[in-house]
């Protein structure tokens, strides 16, 4: 075993040691200042391909480091398997059908994207910092679904969106940080490292991480194989393919930590580490044959709901295990509880929905039009939900093919028991159309309009056909 790894082995025993903290004598103590706020969000980073929650490659060293001396959440997630939704999610505090940021079932069948972007109706978390003085800047990877015209922007006086890898994004960010002003800042970024076409780009400890040389393949030529063979059944060796995507996928992570790493440093250089809150989270995981799925988007199950979730508090030193469930619906009220007093009461008037609610949600609208026109595509035409209570899981769905499972005995939804237990089953049913009918769903505005470049980018990123 290497230094390095044998390291990360201590940093998380440690962290195991201190799971069963969490008791208001050892909460970090609120800060008297604003402080400052980095939010990063690793695009399609699912936990379990973190070396910080347990994965045997060390795809996520930097990740463990932060977490040492953070909060780190052992069951967090997301509120839908792709990006809009779950941004929309993470800076309004609201489930997908409160705020309407998805597909549409009114885009025309020749549409070539589907997809809703955030009203300017809400408040976002970034409207409400620079509201109370905070200076703001984004800068996403995702340039077509994180952009403006999708809602993104809102709050932010400086926001790029360009797509580029995490490391060469971070020098934007960097002059950001570099400038000098009296006021906190509100750093967002977004790294796609991870996102199809992964980034397979040589690493140079790749060895001593135990990572498996990235197959040379074409990334997003190598998934489209393996989605065919999983999907369309070509007969291709699935158990072959899946491990080459996955050696693909894990360099992906990789490179994702990194970047992570390079800011994080950043910061210690400026003086500017000890006072800032760190929030590292993934906005949904991706699918690796699990349900005969392939990358993320298309349902709600685990694989592409879990994620990582790491809250760093302004002048914490050590690191606690947080096992309450949490979601993106409440992750604004997660900051603001770092916050000062005054600030936590103030943002709690806009953000709904506080850490540790009994019910939680996550939803699919509907697939992206590629998708839906594939000779797969019919399985998904239809509106999913997931309602969770307790250690079950129940989705209802518009074709009527609804599912029930006991998450604590099968984490991995292997056994659906909607046959078994028909009458929790309603009872949960109804929950669920309970709490949609005691919130205000939004209305969706129109599928917004793309560019020819950016119809490309969507391409590469499996978004739109390659006609």
Not at 75 to 99: C, D, K, M, N
Not at 122 to 139: I, N, P, S, V
Request: charged letters at 25%; hydrophobic letters at 40%.
């Amino acid at each position: 075993m290497t230094i390095a790894r044998l390291l990360d082995f201590v940093l998380l025993a440690a962290l195991g040691l201190l799971a069963a903290c969490g008791a208001p004598d050892d909460t970090p103590p609120r800060p008297v200042r604003p402080p400052n706020i980095v939010l990063v969000t690793l695009d399609t980073v699912r936990v379990d391909h973190l070396s910080t929650y347990g994965y045997p490659r060390r795809t996520s060293p930097h990740l463990t480091e932060l977490a040492a001396v953070a909060d780190r959440y052992t069951a967090a997630q997301s509120t839908a398997p792709w990006t809009v939704p779950s941004h929309a999610s993470i800076f309004t505090g609201r489930y997908t059908f409160q705020h309407g940021a998805e597909a549409s079932d009114e885009a025309p069948e020749w549409a070539t994207q589907n997809a809703v972007g955030l009203a300017e109706s809400f408040d976002t978390l970034a409207e409400l910092l620079a509201a109370r003085g905070y200076r703001t800047g984004g800068f996403v990877a995702n340039e077509v679904f994180l952009a403006p015209r999708f809602g993104f922007g809102q709050g932010f006086q400086t926001y790029l969106p360009k797509r580029l890898p995490g490391r060469q994004l971070n020098q934007s960010a960097f002059e950001f940080l570099n400038t000098k002003s009296e006021q906190p800042f509100f750093l967002f970024v977004n790294y796609m490292d991870a996102h199809r076409p992964y980034r397979t780009a040589p690493i140079d400890d790749a060895v001593s991480r135990g990572l498996l040389p990235p197959d040379p393949t074409p990334a997003g030529e190598l998934l489209d194989r393996y989605i065919d063979a999983v999907m369309a059944k070509t007969g291709e060796d699935v158990v072959a393919l899946r491990e080459r995507v996955i050696s693909q996928y894990d360099h992906g992570v990789a490179h994702a930590d990194l970047a992570l790493g390079e800011l994080v440093a950043k910061l210690k250089a400026l003086g500017l580490f000890d006072d800032t809150v760190i929030v590292v989270t993934a906005d949904h995981g991706e699918y690796f044959g699990e349900h005969e799925l392939v990358e993320h988007n298309k349902d709600v199950y685990q694989e592409a709901l879990r994620v990582p979730l790491v809250v760093k508090h302004a002048r914490q030193t050590s690191g606690r295990v947080i096992d309450t469930p949490v979601c993106h619906a409440e992750l604004a009220r997660i900051v603001a509880a770092t916050l000062t007093d005054d600030q936590e009461r103030e943002l709690a008037k806009s953000f709904p929905y506080a850490p540790g609610a009994q019910l939680k949600l996550a939803e699919i609208w509907l697939s992206r039009p590629n998708e839906l026109k594939a000779s797969w595509g019919a399985r998904f035409k239809r509106k999913r939900a997931a309602l969770y209570l307790e250690r079950w899981k129940y989705i209802r769905s518009s074709d009527g093919q609804h599912e029930l499972y006991d998450l604590e005995n099968d984490p991995r939804e292997t056994r659906n028991l909607i046959a078994e237990k028909p009458e929790l089953a309603k009872t949960l049913d109804e929950r669920l159309a309970r709490f949609e009918a005691e919130s205000q769903a939004a209305s969706q505005a129109k599928p917004v309009d793309v560019t020819d470049e950016e119809l490309e980018t969507l391409r590469q990123l499996g978004y739109a056909d390659g006609k």
